[in-house]
């Protein structure tokens, strides 16, 4: 499966903390023109092949750490840790 194939090249874990596990992970666009390129490669399938061309391009994140990147939070990771 491509997927698969495509997240094992790319370490088999989320780009920013240890969440390994495959339901949780997402392929993500490094230089993020997001939506734009997601128009032009689409998702999934798509997706994981164009990882494997050039995995360069690509990281893993998992769902929460995408959030985070998404909702421009991860600027404030700094605050989550003090306690
Ligand atoms: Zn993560």
């Known amino acids: 499966m491509q ?3 495509a997240f094992m090249l790319l370490g088999g874990k989320c780009y920013k903390c240890p969440e390994n596990r ?3 992970l997402e392929l993500e666009h490094i230089n993020d023109n997001g939506a734009e390129e997601r128009r032009t490669i689409g998702r ?3 997706m994981a092949k164009e990882a494997l061309k ?3 391009d690509f990281q893993l994140l998992c769902g929460s750490c995408h959030n985070l990147k998404t909702s421009g939070y991860e600027s404030v990771e700094v605050e989550f840790q003090k306690e």
Request: positive net charge; without cysteine.
């Open 3 to 5: 997927r698969v194939r």
């Open 22 to 24: 495959m339901q949780t």
């Open 44 to 46: 999934g399938n798509v």
């Open 54 to 56: 050039r995995p360069n």
